[in-house]
C-alpha cells in the first residue's frame, strides 16, 4: 500500500507553485535578498523563510525586510486569493511564513529598556485573521511600548477587562470580516459606558474609516505603520477626538 512520505505535499498545488516561481504573481523587488523573501511568501515557503530573512538581515534593516519583502508578499497573496488563484492551503502557508519572518524581525528590532507606555492589542472575537495585528504589535514593541497581546477571536469582554487591568494610551482592533468587526462598536460603547476616553484604534482588510468613525472613541489605523505614531500622540496627551482629526482627516 503506498504511504504519503511528506504530508506537506498534501496542500500544494503543482499547477499554481512549483520550481522556485509562484505563477501568476506580478510583484518583484529588484534586490536580490528582498526577492528571496517576497517569493518565500508568496510560495508559502515555510522551509525556507527563516534562512531567506536572515540572510536579508545581513545587509537590510528590519523595517525594510517587513514592508518591502513579507507585507508586499503577503498583499500579493491577497490579490492572488481574491483573483481566485489562490485557496486556503496557499493563503495557510503563505501567513506562517509571514508570522516567521515578523518574529524573526521582531527580535531583531530589539526592545526599548524604558517603555513609554501600555498598548493593548486584539482580533476581533470570531476573527483568526491576525497578520495585521502581529505586525502592529512588532512596529509597537520596536517604537518603545509594552504590549499586551489579547491574540485573536477575543470576545468583547476580555477586551474591556484588559483595559481595565492594564490602563493602556491606547487599544487597538484588528478585523477581516464583515461579520467580526461589529464587535469594535460593542467595544466602543462598553468602554465609553465605563467612562474610559482612550483611543480605540481599529484597522484590518473589512475595516472602513466611514465604519469606524461612526461610533465613539474609533480611529480608523489604515497601515500597521501608523500604530506607533498614534500611540505617541496618545502618550503626549492627545484625546480620541484629535487623534481622528490628525489621523483620519
Ligand atoms: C491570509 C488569509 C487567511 C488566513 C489567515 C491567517 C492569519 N493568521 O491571519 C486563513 C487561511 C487562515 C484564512 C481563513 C479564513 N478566511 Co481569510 N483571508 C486571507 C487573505 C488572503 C489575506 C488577509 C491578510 O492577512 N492580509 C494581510 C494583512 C497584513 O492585512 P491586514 O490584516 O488587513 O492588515 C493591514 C491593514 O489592514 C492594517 N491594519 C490591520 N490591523 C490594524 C490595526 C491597527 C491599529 C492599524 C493602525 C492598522 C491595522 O495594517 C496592515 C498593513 O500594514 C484575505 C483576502 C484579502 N484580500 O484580504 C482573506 C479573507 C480575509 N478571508 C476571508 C474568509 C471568508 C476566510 C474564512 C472564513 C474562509 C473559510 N471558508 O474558512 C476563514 C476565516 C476563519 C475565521 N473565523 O476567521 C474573507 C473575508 C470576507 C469578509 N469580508 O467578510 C477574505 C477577505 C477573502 C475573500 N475575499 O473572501 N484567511
Redesign the pocket.
Same mark, same amino acid.
Given at each position: 500500500m503506498a504511504t504519503v512520505a511528506n504530508y506537506a505535499n498534501i496542500f500544494v498545488r503543482y499547477d499554481l507553485i512549483g520550481a522556485g516561481e509562484a505563477k501568476g504573481a506580478r510583484v518583484s523587488s529588484k534586490d536580490a535578498a528582498l526577492q528571496k523573501v517576497l517569493q518565500c511568501v508568496i510560495e508559502g515557503d515555510v522551509d525556507n523563510i527563516e534562512t531567506v530573512v536572515v540572510e536579508a538581515l545581513e545587509s537590510k534593516d528590519p523595517m525594510t525586510i517587513i514592508n518591502d519583502g513579507l *507585507?508586499k508578499g503577503?498583499?500579493e @497573496?491577497?490579490r492572488l486569493? =481574491?483573483e481566485g488563484v489562490y485557496y486556503?492551503p496557499q493563503? *495557510?502557508v503563505?501567513?506562517d511564513a509571514m508570522?516567521t519572518g515578523i518574529e524573526i524581525c521582531e527580535e531583531k528590532l530589539g526592545k526599548a529598556i524604558e517603555k513609554k507606555g501600555t498598548v493593548v492589542t486584539h482580533t476581533a472575537e470570531? =476573527? *483568526?485573521? =491576525?497578520?495585521? $495585528?502581529k *505586525? @502592529?504589535n512588532a512596529l509597537l514593541r520596536a517604537n518603545g511600548y509594552e504590549v499586551i497581546d489579547l491574540g485573536k477571536d477575543v470576545p468583547v469582554d476580555d477586551v474591556v477587562a484588559a483595559v481595565k487591568k492594564h490602563q493602556p494610551v491606547m487599544v487597538?482592533g /484588528?478585523a477581516?470580516?464583515? /461579520?467580526t468587526m461589529t464587535a469594535f462598536e460593542r467595544i466602543s460603547k462598553r468602554l465609553s459606558k465605563d467612562g474610559f476616553t482612550l483611543p480605540f @484604534?481599529?484597522?484590518?482588510?473589512?475595516v472602513s474609516l466611514e465604519y469606524v468613525t461612526g461610533f465613539e472613541l474609533g480611529v480608523y489605523?489604515? =497601515?500597521?505603520? $501608523?500604530?506607533s505614531g498614534?500611540a505617541n500622540d496618545a502618550v503626549n496627551g492627545m484625546s480620541w477626538g484629535q487623534l481622528r482629526e490628525k489621523w483620519n482627516s
Amino acid at each position: 500500500m503506498a504511504t504519503v512520505a511528506n504530508y506537506a505535499n498534501i496542500f500544494v498545488r503543482y499547477d499554481l507553485i512549483g520550481a522556485g516561481e509562484a505563477k501568476g504573481a506580478r510583484v518583484s523587488s529588484k534586490d536580490a535578498a528582498l526577492q528571496k523573501v517576497l517569493q518565500c511568501v508568496i510560495e508559502g515557503d515555510v522551509d525556507n523563510i527563516e534562512t531567506v530573512v536572515v540572510e536579508a538581515l545581513e545587509s537590510k534593516d528590519p523595517m525594510t525586510i517587513i514592508n518591502d519583502g513579507l *507585507i508586499k508578499g503577503m498583499n500579493e @497573496v491577497s490579490r492572488l486569493w =481574491d483573483e481566485g488563484v489562490y485557496y486556503l492551503p496557499q493563503a *495557510i502557508v503563505a501567513s506562517d511564513a509571514m508570522l516567521t519572518g515578523i518574529e524573526i524581525c521582531e527580535e531583531k528590532l530589539g526592545k526599548a529598556i524604558e517603555k513609554k507606555g501600555t498598548v493593548v492589542t486584539h482580533t476581533a472575537e470570531g =476573527d *483568526i485573521h =491576525d497578520l495585521g $495585528q502581529k *505586525i @502592529v504589535n512588532a512596529l509597537l514593541r520596536a517604537n518603545g511600548y509594552e504590549v499586551i497581546d489579547l491574540g485573536k477571536d477575543v470576545p468583547v469582554d476580555d477586551v474591556v477587562a484588559a483595559v481595565k487591568k492594564h490602563q493602556p494610551v491606547m487599544v487597538t482592533g /484588528t478585523a477581516l470580516m464583515t /461579520t467580526t468587526m461589529t464587535a469594535f462598536e460593542r467595544i466602543s460603547k462598553r468602554l465609553s459606558k465605563d467612562g474610559f476616553t482612550l483611543p480605540f @484604534v481599529c484597522g484590518g482588510g473589512a475595516v472602513s474609516l466611514e465604519y469606524v468613525t461612526g461610533f465613539e472613541l474609533g480611529v480608523y489605523g489604515k =497601515d500597521a505603520s $501608523q500604530a506607533s505614531g498614534m500611540a505617541n500622540d496618545a502618550v503626549n496627551g492627545m484625546s480620541w477626538g484629535q487623534l481622528r482629526e490628525k489621523w483620519n482627516s
